[in-house]
């Protein structure tokens, strides 16, 4: 099974606010976990990314949870910003695999 | 910001028209991949090739075809376009010994009337 099941669909906070997506999988021959940012007219570009070995990855104010036994990732965006709002896609793939499969992606928006 | 060119970024055309959507990288990435967006929706693989004369299909059948004569260029090629080809098409690339970080192209919006 190559799905990735992404959530919520659309997201709404306020600026300041802590934006979490979620993202679960089947597939444990999954190893390695990217999450894109995709703004209006431009095509995803890499954010962050974790491998199941470790349980957290921070860069700046974007952090990866991954929960190996529940089979499940997130994203969390601290301190969120209107310059935040875009597509989030999760994303998953196995090493032996050719490509990534993405999730359905959460659409975000951070209010002044 | 990646070096990955996609042109037209839109194209509205009529039903039975062929068209060609280009796609050209200056990094060398041997990895290329065409993805199809509906808007709002996830992306689906329809078209990766890993280096040149090297071209297969993806996940999601798609009735357009491709051709990797060089590195740097992944053109797809509709025969005749319809409106059920309506869509957003992104390409992408991503470097030798490993696809896991893409990059992508802006995209090309293209409208089948």
């Known amino acids: 099974q190559q799905q990735v099941k992404q959530s919520p669909q659309s997201l709404i906070v306020q600026k300041g606010g802590i934006p979490i997506i979620n993202c679960a999988y089947e597939n444990t021959a999954f190893d390695y976990f990217p999450w894109y940012q995709q703004f209006p007219g431009k095509g995803p570009a890499l954010l962050i990314a974790?491998?199941?070995?470790?349980s957290e990855k921070k860069e700046g104010r974007f952090t990866i949870s991954f929960n190996k036994s529940a089979k499940q990732f997130s994203l969390h965006i601290m301190d969120s910003q209107p310059g935040d709002s875009a597509t989030y896609f999760c994303a998953a793939r196995v090493s032996s695999a050719r490509q990534l499969t993405f999730g359905s992606g959460t659409q975000l928006t951070v209010l002044p | 910001e990646a070096d990955i060119y996609q042109t037209p970024r839109y194209l509205v055309i009529g039903t039975g028209k062929k068209i060609t959507l280009e796609c050209s990288q200056t990094m060398g990435h041997d990895k290329m991949y065409w993805y199809q967006q509906d808007p709002g929706m996830e992306l689906h693989l329809i078209h990766y090739s890993y280096g040149v004369n090297s071209t297969e299909k993806g996940d999601l059948s798609s009735e357009s075809t491709v051709s990797r004569i060089r590195t740097e260029h992944f053109p797809l090629t509709l025969e005749s376009a319809r409106p059920s080809h309506t869509s957003q098409y992104l390409c992408a690339s991503s470097e030798p010994g490993t696809s896991y970080e893409q990059y992508f192209g802006p995209g090309t919006r293209l409208t089948v009337t």
């Open positions: 974790i491998r199941p070995d470790v």
